[in-house]
């Protein structure tokens, strides 16, 4: 009887475990915060610098814990789980809605297992830091915690011959002074620094206990994707080394200098596809909801790419990507202010159309907008004076002062217009945003301002046809229109208010200063393309 009682381990001790948290402290427009550790040594330590000096006293704080820690041999091997004494709360999930008991499940404290271990855990909001001694096995079930050290196991203790002396037990679980784990502050609150071990990195060890059935494979891998564990006896196996590689996958985008939006959404597709057979054979209805999170996210990520390059994500790359001025949509938004122009003009003529669009670019919003000197001569050059007088003749422009005064001022001192079909209470025949308003309104700036245009002399009629034909492309730059390809010459001819028989001209002018290329006009079509110093111009259809 005496040798099984000696035989038998000692009552374990209490895990220990230390809790830094950061508060609001005093006013909330101050923006002060207030450290606090739940070790009773340690007092309350205010931060008036905000919540970012904060998280670094905080961050220093258990470092020194942790060095003391490291100190003191790390992990004690005799300690009892520490989350086991909060009925595992770390890690169970809290219950329904609606649900009004307090109490956890009972058979969450029976999944403890597997060797002590000196874990910490950061909320994701760097709020909260907690280091605890627990078991593997709840740390492993503990969202966002990590493994800094393990406790070795106390060496087996011998039978003594009888009589004999025991052999003595050695104290602590031999973490040694090796065991230096320091926290640094990354970008991410949760990150960790690595192990100064040189050895072994640190790992989540296994429970002691295995669920019933066969063994599992040796040298099967785990992994994580979406904040989920992908367990190491999922099956189909095929299924279990996509699940692992697509977690890599993302974590390796994620360090990537440069979005590459078309790689992002083959990783969302292929997501999608492994969560969808996830749930057919767990059965679990969130990894559903999570597969068609990424379908969705694949579609947003496809449609991002083709706005910014003009091809598809699947297409193969065709030489370098064109950086568009233009989305699909603001292109569409841009063609919608072209025809408004060519309808809502007072008058017939293409110095008057080019002002409508431009100045309704301008009081897109709120029917009003500014304007000076300079841009009116951008655009009309020397018939700027007149066209301002027929348009404000018509009522279709309202000044606040004469037109002599609108001529002369400078971007220091503006000019509002305000245009009474775009004023409140009237129709909008706009949807499109402050901002979008804004790019639309660069990028006719843009075209009506190119240089080797201005070169040719080219007048009103040439500025619009050549707004016109860069809002109406393909991503390769050919010229279209959504009922086909070319640009019908009844539709040019409203636009830039001159005759059909006159386009010819203007289209001359535009292949001359290398707008358009391959251009000619047949069967009541303008077919060609835009050039390629013009690519980021267009606006894809």
Known sequence: MSLLASAQPSQSVAGRVWTVRLDPYGRPSAGAVKLSCSRPACADQPFPGGTAAGRKGAIGHVNAHLAHIRDGGGPRAGASCACRATGCAWHTPDPAPGHRSTTRPAAAAAQCGGPVVLALYADRAGRLWRIAEICARCAADTRGCRVLDTAAPPPREALPAAGGPTQPREANG??????????????????????????????VPHARTRPPGPPPVRGQRSGRIAQ?????????????LELIELGDAFRLYQQCPEPDLAHLATLHERKARAFALWAQVSGDKTLRHEAMRAEKAALTTREMHENRTGQPAHAPASGPAVQRLLTRTLAAHARAVLDYAATHAPDPEAPVHLAVFMLSLRAARAGTGNITGPDLTGWLQNDAERVLHQLAEADWLR??????????STPANPTLVTLPTLQSGQPDPFTFSKTSRSRISGWAQKVVGDRKIRKKKAGPATLLLALYTAAHTRPDGRLAHPEGDGLPLHRLAAVCAVPPDQLAEHTDLLVAADWLTEATLKEQHLHGRLSERILCLGGLL
């Open 399 to 408: 000044l606040p002062g004469t037109v002599a005064e609108a001529m002369e």
């Open 174 to 203: 031999g973490a040694g002074p090796g065991m230096a784990v320091l926290f640094s502050d990354h970008s991410r609150p949760t990150a960790v620094g690595a192990s100064a071990r040189t050895d072994t990195p640190p790992t």
């Open 228 to 240: 989920r564990i992908v367990p190491h006896d999922l099956e189909p196996d095929v299924l279990r």
